[in-house]
C-alpha cells in the first residue's frame, strides 16, 4: 500500500487545478452566475404582449374593445391600423405579437342582436408564446361578451387548480435540479476527459504509469480532485437557489447530497473512458462535449419535458444519467420525497456508476501500456 | 498582400488535414438538428392521468370518458381515493389528478354548476402549464355539450363569432421555431470556439512566435485565420439550412441571400469574439472553458429558449447588446415570415455595429500581447 | 542598408528585462561582428532565451537598447525581421503540413517570388537528403531532420543574422555535428549566427562566447581566451567556476 504516494499525486492534481486561475474561476463561478441567469433571465410567462387593432371602420364598439385590452397588464397597444394588409410588417418587424380584426359596421352588428366577428391573429412563429396569447386574447373577449349578454345561464363546470409541488411555477424551481446536473457533468466528465486526455498528449501519463502508483490509484488520484470541485460547484448553486431565489428545499439534504456524489461518480468515470478512448486533446474535448453535455442539456428534461419528445427518441434519454438524476434532484427538493419513492432511479444511477467505472478502469490499461 | 495566400492555403491544408475536426463539422449540424429540434419542445403529447371518481353518475364518468377520448391523455389509474392518487402523484405514475367530488351530477342539474378539482404535479411548470391548458379545454366543451343536451340552453346565437388565425406557423409546430435558432448557435459555436481554438493551438505549439518575427503583418495574420473559419462556418449554415429543409421541412419564405447576407455579417463579430478569447488564454483547455462559458450565457439571454420579453428589464438591457439575439430574431423573421432586409434592417445595423467594436477590439488586443 | 554598422551585426547596450522584480536579463553589453558564430551559454534560466526574445523582437525590452543589423529593435521591428531567421528550442514548423508546404508557406511570407521558391526548396531538399520525402508530413520525420529542415527553412530567405535557440536539444551526436556543418556552411556565405546551448562541447565549435550567469554576462571571448583567462582546461570548466563563485554571495533569483 502506496497510500503517501497516492497522497502525493492528489496534491500535484490539486496544485494543477489551482495553477489554472482561469478554468478555477470559470468551474467557481459558472454555477453561481448560471443559477441567477436562469433564476432571473429564464420566464417562461408570457408578459407586455404587444396587441395591434385592425379597425377598418373605428366606432364606439370597437373602441370599447381596445380599452378593455388596454386596461389589462398583459397588453400594450403598440398600433391601430386601417387595413389587414398593415398587419404582416408589423409582425415582420417583430412588433406586435398578435392583432385583433373587428369588421365594419361592428358596434350596429352588435346593436342590432346580430353577431359580430372578431378575428385575432397570432404571430405563431414561436409557438408556445403563440399558443399562450391567444388564450389571453380569447379571454379578455370571453370577459367582453360576458358583459354584452346578460348571463344566460350556461352549463359550467368550475375547475380549482392546484399546482403541487411548484405551486408559482416558478422557472427557477424547475432548473435548479437540472442546473446541478450540467454543472456536475460539466466538472466531472469534460473536465476529467480533459485533464486527463492532456497528460497523455503530454508523455506525462506514461511516467505516471511506471511509476509504483498502480492504475486505479492514477485514476483515483485524477478523479478526486475534480470530485471535490464538484462537489463545492453543488453546494454553491444550491446555496445561491435557496438565499437569492428562495427555491423549496423540501426534501433530506443529506440525501441530495449523496446522490450528487453517485452522479458525478457515474460521469467521472465516463469522463475516464472519453480520455482512454481518444487520443488527443481536442479529440477528448469534442468527444465529452457530444457525449455529456449535449444530452445532459437536451435529452434529460432538464428544460425540455420528455414526455414531449418522439417515441422514437426517449429509449435514448433511459441512458443519459442526468436523466435519472433530476427525477432525483427534483423529487427530494421540491416534493420532499425521499428513497422509498426515488429507490429504482437510484438504482439506475448506482447500475450506470458501476459499469462505468468498470469499463473506465478496464480500458485505461491497456490503451496505455 | 502575396503573404496572404500563402497563409490561406496553410490554413486551408491544416483544416483539411484534421479528420476530427472535418467529421465534427460535418457531423455536429446534423446530430444538433436531430436531436433540438426533436427534443427541444414543450408540447405534452400525453399525459398521465389519474382520475378519482366519487360520484359515479352517467356525467362524472362521462368527463373522465372525455378526457381520455381526446388523445391527450392517458388513463394511468383510477380509485374513489385520493389518498391513491396522491401516492401516485408522488411516484410519477401520474401527472395529473382530477377530482370529481359527489353530487356532481346533482350539482350540473340542479344549479347548472358543478365544480371539479384539477391538481397537477408542477415539479416541471411549463408541463403543467401546457396540461392545464389542455383539460381546461376539454372540460369546457363538455361543459357546453351538457348545458346543450341537458338544459336545452343555447341561445339564439352567438354574439361574438371569435375566429383565431395562427400566422407563419399555422401547425404550431415548435419545431420550425426552434431550427433558425439552432442554426444560428451552430455558427457561433463554429466561428467562435474554433477561432478560438485555433490560434490557441499555434500558440501553445511555438508556431505563433515563428510567424510574429516574420516581417507577416498582423493583419495578414489574423486574415487568414479568420477567412477560411468565416468559410467553414457558412458552410456549416449550408448544410444546416439543407437538413433543415428537407429532412425537417421548414420552411424559407425570405431570401437565402438576405439569411447568407446577415451571416457573413454576424461571423465577424462571432470571429472577433473568439480572437478576442484567444488573446486571453494561453490553452485550448482555458480557450474551450472561457468560449464555452461565454457563449452559454450569450445562448441563454439571447431568446433561443424562452422569450426575451418575458425577461425582466435589465435582462432585456443586456440583450439588445447580445449579437446572437439580433441574429436569432433575423433568422427567424426572414425564414418563418419572410421578412425583407428592411424589415430587418435594424437588428442588421446592430449586428454590423457590433462586428466593427468586436474586431476591432479583438485586433488591438491581439497587437498587444 | 545602414552603413555605420556595418562591422557589427548585432549590438546590444544595457539590455535588460524585468518581470515585475525578477530581473531575468541584466544590463547585458555586446557586439556580435558579422559572419561570427556566437555563443550564448548558461544553465537553464540564466536569460539565454529572454535576451534573444529581445533582439528579434518578441519581447520589449524593460531598459538599455540593440541594433540587430543596424536597426534598433524597439522602433524598427519591420526591419530587423527582414533580416533575421529563427529557430526556436520549441519545434517551429508546422507538423500537419508537408516538408514542401512549410518550405513553401515561409518563402511566402518573406515574399520570396514563385520562382526563388521553387529553385530554393529543391536546392534545400537535395541537400539535406530530404527529395524524397517532400510530400510528407513533417510530424512523421524523426527528430534529428525536422531540426535540420527548420534550420534550412530559417535559412531560406537568406537572412543576414540567425537565432537558434538551443536547436540541438535531444539530438543525437551523428545528427549533432552534420548541424553544426550546417551552421559554418551558412556563415561562410556570410551568414550570422547567434546561438544558445547548453552542451559545452559545442560551446568549443562557436567563434566566441558569453558566459550568461543569472541574467549578466558573466565573462566574454574565444574559447581559447576564456580558457586562458580561467586557467582551464575546457569551456567546461570554465562554467563551473563561473557558477560557483557568482552564486556564492546567496542572491540566488
Same mark, same amino acid.
Given at each position: ?6 497522497w502525493?499525486?492528489?496534491?500535484k492534481?490539486?496544485r ?5 486561475r482561469q ?9 453561481l ?10 420566464r417562461?410567462?408570457v408578459r407586455?404582449v404587444?396587441? $395591434?387593432?385592425?379597425?377598418?371602420a ?18 400594450r397597444?403598440?398600433?391601430r391600423?386601417?387595413?389587414?394588409d ?15 380584426v373587428?369588421?365594419p359596421?361592428?358596434? /350596429?352588428?352588435?346593436? $342590432? ?11 405563431? /412563429?414561436d409557438?408556445?408564446?403563440?399558443s399562450?396569447?391567444?388564450?389571453y ?32 411555477l416558478?422557472?427557477?424551481n ?5 442546473l ?13 476527459a480533459?485533464?486527463?486526455?492532456r ?23 485524477k ?6 470541485? $464538484? ?11 435557496w ?10 439534504v443529506?440525501l441530495?447530497l ?12 465516463l469522463?475516464?473512458?472519453i480520455?482512454?478512448?481518444s487520443s488527443?486533446?481536442?479529440?477528448a ?5 457530444? $457525449? ?21 427518441? /426517449? ?6 444519467p ?43 490499461k491497456?490503451?496505455l501500456? | 498582400m ?9 490554413e486551408f ?7 476530427? +475536426? ?10 444538433q ?9 414543450f408540447?405534452v403529447?400525453?399525459?398521465?392521468l *389519474? ?17 381520455q377520448?381526446?388523445?391527450r391523455?392517458v388513463?394511468?389509474?383510477?380509485s ?43 415539479e416541471d411548470?411549463?408541463?403543467?402549464g401546457?396540461?392545464e391548458? #389542455?383539460?381546461m ?5 363538455y ?14 346565437g352567438?354574439?361574438l363569432?371569435?375566429r383565431?388565425?395562427?400566422? *407563419?406557423?399555422?401547425?404550431?409546430? *415548435?419545431r420550425? #421555431? ?19 481554438m ?11 512566435d ?12 489574423i486574415?487568414?485565420?479568420?477567412i ?16 433543415a429543409?428537407l429532412?425537417?421541412?421548414v ?14 455579417? *454576424?461571423l ?5 469574439l ?5 488573446t ?10 472561457v ?5 452559454m450565457? #450569450?445562448?441563454?439571454m ?25 441574429f436569432?430574431g433575423? +433568422? ?12 430587418? +434592417? ?6 454590423a455595429?457590433?462586428?466593427?467594436v468586436?474586431l476591432?477590439?479583438a ?7 | ?7 557589427s551585426?548585432i549590438?546590444?547596450r ?10 531575468? %536579463? ?7 561582428r ?9 544553465a537553464?534560466g540564466?536569460?539565454?532565451?529572454t ?6 523582437g518578441?519581447? !520589449? !525590452? ?6 540587430v ?29 508537408t %516538408? ?19 529553385e530554393?526548396s ?31 527553412v530559417a ?11 538551443? !536547436?540541438?536539444?535531444? %539530438? ?15 556563415t ?6 547567434? %546561438?544558445?546551448?547548453?552542451y ?8 566566441r ?11 566574454l ?26 552564486s556564492e ?5
Amino acid at each position: 500500500m502506496n497510500s503517501a504516494a497516492l497522497w502525493a499525486f492528489i496534491v500535484k492534481e490539486l496544485r494543477h487545478i489551482r495553477r489554472d486561475r482561469q478554468t478555477l474561476t470559470i468551474l467557481l463561478f459558472m454555477p453561481l452566475v448560471q443559477v441567477v441567469l436562469f433564476g432571473f433571465a429564464l420566464r417562461s410567462d408570457v408578459r407586455n404582449v404587444r396587441i $395591434a387593432f385592425v379597425e377598418p371602420a373605428p366606432d364606439a364598439a370597437t373602441v370599447a374593445l381596445r380599452n378593455r385590452f388596454a386596461a389589462t397588464n398583459r397588453f400594450r397597444v403598440v398600433a391601430r391600423v386601417r387595413r389587414m394588409d398593415d398587419v404582416e410588417p408589423l409582425f415582420r418587424r417583430g412588433e406586435a405579437d398578435v392583432a385583433i380584426v373587428t369588421e365594419p359596421d361592428f358596434a /350596429s352588428h352588435l346593436s $342590432a342582436g346580430d353577431t359580430a366577428h372578431v378575428a385575432v391573429i397570432i404571430d405563431a /412563429s414561436d409557438p408556445n408564446t403563440g399558443s399562450v396569447i391567444r388564450n389571453y386574447a380569447q379571454a379578455v373577449l370571453a370577459a367582453y361578451e360576458g358583459d354584452l349578454t346578460e348571463n344566460r345561464g350556461a352549463t359550467r363546470i368550475i375547475t380549482d387548480v392546484r399546482m403541487r409541488f411548484n405551486p408559482t411555477l416558478e422557472s427557477v424551481n424547475l432548473f435548479v435540479p437540472g442546473l446541478i446536473a450540467l454543472v456536475l457533468t460539466l466538472v466531472s466528465a469534460l473536465m476529467t476527459a480533459i485533464s486527463l486526455s492532456r497528460e497523455k498528449e503530454r508523455g506525462t501519463l506514461e511516467v505516471l504509469l511506471v511509476s509504483p502508483l498502480r492504475p486505479w490509484q492514477i485514476i483515483v488520484g485524477k478523479v478526486l480532485p475534480y470530485l471535490g470541485l $464538484a462537489f463545492a460547484n453543488v453546494l454553491t448553486a444550491l446555496l445561491a437557489a435557496w438565499l437569492v431565489f428562495h427555491v423549496p428545499f423540501r426534501g433530506s439534504v443529506p440525501l441530495l447530497l449523496g446522490e450528487s456524489v453517485l452522479y458525478a461518480l457515474a460521469s467521472l468515470a465516463l469522463g475516464v473512458l472519453i480520455a482512454a478512448l481518444s487520443s488527443s486533446q481536442r479529440g477528448a474535448m469534442m468527444a465529452a462535449m457530444l $457525449a455529456t453535455m449535449l444530452p445532459s442539456a437536451l435529452l434529460s428534461g432538464m428544460i425540455f419535458p420528455i414526455a414531449s419528445m418522439p417515441r422514437w427518441l /426517449s429509449p435514448f434519454t433511459n441512458v443519459v444519467p442526468a436523466r435519472w438524476f433530476i427525477v432525483i434532484a427534483r423529487g427530494i427538493m421540491l416534493k420532499g420525497i425521499g428513497l422509498p419513492y426515488l429507490w429504482r432511479e437510484t438504482l439506475v444511477l448506482i447500475a450506470m456508476a458501476l459499469v462505468l467505472i468498470t469499463v473506465a478502469v478496464r480500458s485505461f490499461k491497456p490503451r496505455l501500456a | 498582400m502575396r503573404a496572404l495566400r500563402f497563409l490561406l492555403v496553410k490554413e486551408f491544408l491544416q483544416i483539411a488535414r484534421d479528420k476530427v +475536426m472535418l467529421r465534427m463539422t460535418i457531423i455536429a449540424p446534423i446530430l444538433q438538428l436531430l436531436l433540438l429540434s426533436n427534443a427541444a419542445t414543450f408540447e405534452v403529447k400525453s399525459a398521465r392521468l *389519474y382520475v378519482v371518481d366519487r360520484d359515479h353518475t352517467t356525467i362524472s364518468r362521462g368527463l373522465s370518458q372525455r378526457l381520455q377520448a381526446a388523445g391527450r391523455f392517458v388513463l394511468a389509474d383510477a380509485s374513489p381515493s385520493a389518498a391513491l392518487a396522491e401516492e401516485a402523484l408522488l411516484s410519477r405514475r401520474a401527472s395529473l389528478i382530477v377530482n370529481i367530488p359527489p353530487d356532481f351530477e346533482r350539482d350540473i342539474v340542479r344549479d347548472h354548476a358543478a365544480r371539479v378539482q384539477l391538481v397537477l404535479n408542477a415539479e416541471d411548470g411549463a408541463t403543467a402549464g401546457v396540461t392545464e391548458g #389542455y383539460a381546461m379545454q376539454i372540460i369546457t366543451r363538455y361543459a357546453g355539450e351538457l348545458g346543450a343536451t341537458i338544459h336545452a340552453s343555447s341561445p339564439t346565437g352567438p354574439v361574438l363569432d371569435v375566429r383565431s388565425r395562427n400566422w *407563419y406557423n399555422a401547425d404550431l409546430r *415548435y419545431r420550425d #421555431y426552434m431550427v433558425p435558432g439552432i442554426l444560428v448557435q451552430l455558427v457561433t459555436v463554429v466561428g467562435t470556439l474554433l477561432c478560438a481554438m485555433n490560434i490557441v493551438r499555434e500558440k501553445e505549439v511555438g508556431t505563433l512566435d515563428q510567424l510574429t518575427i516574420t516581417p507577416l503583418s498582423r493583419s495578414a495574420f489574423i486574415a487568414a485565420k479568420l477567412i477560411p473559419l468565416w468559410v467553414i462556418a457558412l458552410f456549416e449554415l449550408t448544410i444546416g439550412l439543407l437538413v433543415a429543409r428537407l429532412v425537417f421541412g421548414v420552411p424559407m419564405r425570405g431570401s437565402l441571400v438576405l439569411v447568407f447576407f446577415a451571416a457573413s455579417v *454576424y461571423l465577424v463579430a462571432a470571429l472577433g469574439l473568439g480572437l478576442w478569447i484567444s488573446t486571453l488564454v494561453s490553452t485550448q483547455q482555458q480557450a474551450m472553458f472561457v468560449t464555452f462559458f461565454i457563449i452559454m450565457v #450569450y445562448l441563454l439571454m439571447s431568446g433561443l429558449f424562452t422569450p426575451v420579453r418575458s425577461m425582466p428589464d435589465w435582462a432585456q438591457w443586456l440583450a439588445e447588446i447580445n449579437p446572437v439575439k439580433h441574429f436569432i430574431g433575423i +433568422m427567424r423573421a426572414v425564414m418563418l415570415k419572410g421578412a425583407t432586409i428592411v424589415e430587418v +434592417m435594424k437588428p442588421l445595423l446592430a449586428l454590423a455595429a457590433f462586428g466593427t467594436v468586436v474586431l476591432s477590439l479583438a485586433v488591438r488586443q491581439h497587437g498587444r500581447q | 542598408m545602414s552603413a555605420e554598422s556595418a562591422t557589427s551585426a548585432i549590438e546590444a547596450r544595457n539590455l535588460t528585462r524585468r518581470f515585475g522584480s525578477f530581473v531575468a %536579463v541584466d544590463h547585458i553589453t555586446f557586439d556580435i561582428r558579422a559572419g561570427e558564430v556566437f555563443g550564448f551559454l548558461g544553465a537553464n534560466g540564466a536569460g539565454k532565451t529572454t535576451a534573444i526574445k529581445m533582439l528579434i523582437g518578441l519581447l !520589449p !525590452p524593460t531598459e538599455g537598447e540593440a541594433h540587430v543589423a543596424g536597426f534598433d529593435v524597439r522602433t524598427q521591428r519591420l526591419e530587423v525581421r527582414r533580416n533575421i531567421g529563427y529557430m526556436s528550442q520549441r519545434f517551429s514548423l508546422y507538423p500537419d503540413l508537408t %516538408v514542401r508546404e512549410n518550405i513553401r508557406l515561409y518563402g511566402g511570407i518573406y515574399g520570396l517570388t514563385d520562382s526563388e521558391i521553387r529553385e530554393r526548396s529543391s536546392s534545400l531538399l537535395e541537400r539535406l537528403g530530404l527529395s524524397g520525402s517532400a510530400g510528407d508530413l513533417v510530424a512523421r520525420l524523426p527528430l534529428g531532420w525536422k531540426q535540420k529542415l527548420a534550420f534550412s527553412v530559417a535559412l531560406l530567405h537568406e537572412p543576414k543574422i540567425v537565432f537558434l535557440d538551443e !536547436p540541438t536539444g535531444g %539530438v543525437d551526436p551523428i545528427t549533432r555535428r552534420q548541424f553544426w556543418e550546417m551552421i559554418y556552411a551558412a556563415t561562410a556565405r556570410g551568414t550570422t549566427v547567434l %546561438v544558445t546551448t547548453h552542451y559545452m562541447d559545442e560551446a568549443e565549435y562557436c567563434g566566441r562566447l558569453s558566459i550568461m550567469v543569472e541574467g549578466r554576462i558573466a565573462a566574454l571571448g574565444s574559447p581559447e581566451e576564456l580558457k586562458r583567462q580561467f586557467g582551464a582546461a575546457s569551456v567546461d570548466d570554465v562554467f563551473v567556476q563561473l557558477a560557483r563563485t557568482t552564486s556564492e554571495p546567496g542572491t540566488a533569483a
